[in-house]
């Protein structure tokens, strides 16, 4: 298959950056979009050239590190799938395909199609993660906890933190990510325990780097967790809730 490839090539965070056009005449349909970027990258250093620079590590959906722009649609043009999980079968012969990093204020380009994510992890150092005691694991019939919530916290755990849906929003606001770990935490026996400490701290992050939801509903679209939009919900109940029990809880 051949295939016209524009990718974004930046030296850094404080240069300009731009299209290059380069030409694949022998693609292959199971390629991933990060396999092509491999293929091209091997003939730039076989040249002796710089090749482009992406993000990547599992390669399998889990790690969420893959993050970049298929023709201005974060990660690609199917559903429910990171980059690395979408293949060429989706372009056909003669197409031509642009490559960018994901596109938001919170997201600086460190160079070509990587960019710093940071701003999410700064949201999950306030509180997305489970910090008491709690003694050894405990026998799996001790702990309450009927079949439906538990599938619900599932499948809001099911977030891999790409940061797609901030690049998919027109605000840049990172209400799915949130909501996701908020929703996932606050339905666990342990989660419960920090649940107001937990929202207060990580919606004032929210909204310290992150734009404001106005539902647009973009970046359900382009989760390839396939996280509901529901799960922005969370982020406006969790606070409410936090702000009317008070601090000790
Ligand atoms: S590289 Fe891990 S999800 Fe894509």
């Known amino acids: ?30 390629m991933s ?4 970027l491999d293929h091209i ?20 959906g889990i790690c969420g590190t893959c993050g970049l722009m298929v023709n201005g649609r974060p990660h690609g043009p199917d559903q429910h799938a990171p980059a690395c999980q979408q293949r ?20 600086p380009v460190i160079k070509d199609m990587v960019v710093d994510r940071s701003a999410l992890d700064r949201v999950m150092q306030q509180g997305g993660y489970v910090s008491i005691n709690a003694g050894t694991a405990p026998d799996a019939d001790t702990l309450h906890q009927n079949s439906e919530q538990a599938e619900l916290a599932l499948d809001h755990a099911a977030c891999i933190g790409c940061g797609a849906c ?11 990510f949130t909501g996701a770990k908020l929703t996932h935490l606050s339905l666990m026996p342990l989660g419960k325990e920090e649940r107001g400490k937990r929202a207060r701290q990580m919606v004032d992050e929210l909204e310290t780097n992150f734009g404001h939801c106005s539902l647009y509903g973009e970046c359900a679209d382009v989760c390839p967790a396939g996280i509901p939009l529901t799960a922005v ?3 406006t109940r969790e606070r409410a809730r936090a702000a009317f029990r008070g601090k000790d809880d």
């Open 88 to 107: 060429l079968t989706s372009f056909s012969d003669g197409d031509h395909i642009k490559l960018e990093p994901l596109r938001s204020a919170a997201y």
């Open 166 to 176: 901030v690049a998919a929003c027109p605000n840049g606001a990172a209400h799915l």
């Open 233 to 235: 919900s969370s982020v």
């Open 33 to 36: 979009i990060l396999e092509l």
């Open 41 to 60: 990258n091997s003939g730039i250093v076989a040249r002796g050239e710089e090749p482009y620079a992406f993000a990547s590590d599992c390669r399998e």
């Open 1 to 30: 298959m051949k295939l016209t490839v524009e990718i974004w090539r930046q030296a850094g965070p404080n240069h300009d950056g731009a299209f290059e056009t380069v030409e694949v005449p022998d693609a292959e349909e199971q």
